[in-house]
């Protein structure tokens, strides 16, 4: 589906720490509804355990329309999924406790996360892996290290606008 001609957009919603934990979402700031108005953000959970990369995420996506938070394992991942209610995820592999693929077989699981899009964040992808992927239930992948217009490239095909 297409997206609408974005309006102007305010400035960029500060994103959670990457250390912190994900607190709920404002409705008022983030989803204002049907209507005129600013278009809303795009909500965005990535769910990476190494700091380093939770920060290189974090300064990529600062100026970008969409609002951020951070889970650091799998775990924690499915746990906040329900609370934020994600329009995108971007899931790293390998993690800890509760990989990748098994945090999203487990959210494929949960009654609203059938539509959420969920793209692999992977440092080590080869030949086959794609299906791999698809299989435990991920609609793409980005190979580590990462590339702000790649990132881009996927939250326009979300329906941000950037």
């Not at 889970?71 to 800890?96: K, N, T």
């Not at 996360?113 to 299906?131: F, K, M, P, R, Y």
């Not at 590339?147 to 881009?152: E, F, I, Y």
């Amino acid at each position: 589906m297409p997206a609408p001609t974005p309006a102007p957009l305010p400035a960029p919603a500060p994103v959670s720490a990457p250390d912190a934990p994900l607190a709920r979402s404002d409705p008022a700031r983030s989803d204002p509804g049907p209507g005129p108005g600013p278009a809303r953000r795009l909500r965005v959970l990535s769910a990476e355990d190494n700091r380093t990369n939770r920060l290189v995420l974090q300064r990529m996506l600062a100026d970008q329309p969409v609002e951020l938070a951070f889970a650091v394992d799998g775990h924690e991942a499915v746990a906040q999924f329900s609370a934020f209610r994600p329009d995108l995820i971007f899931m790293d592999i390998s993690m800890p406790g509760m990989d990748g693929r098994a945090a999203t077989r487990a959210i494929r699981a949960l009654p609203e996360g059938a539509g959420v899009s969920i793209i692999a964040l992977t440092a080590h992808a080869l030949a086959g892996d794609e299906d791999g992927f698809r299989a435990a239930g991920m609609t793409g992948y980005l190979t580590k290290p990462l590339r702000k217009a790649a990132l881009v490239e996927v939250l326009r095909a979300h329906g941000a606008a950037v």
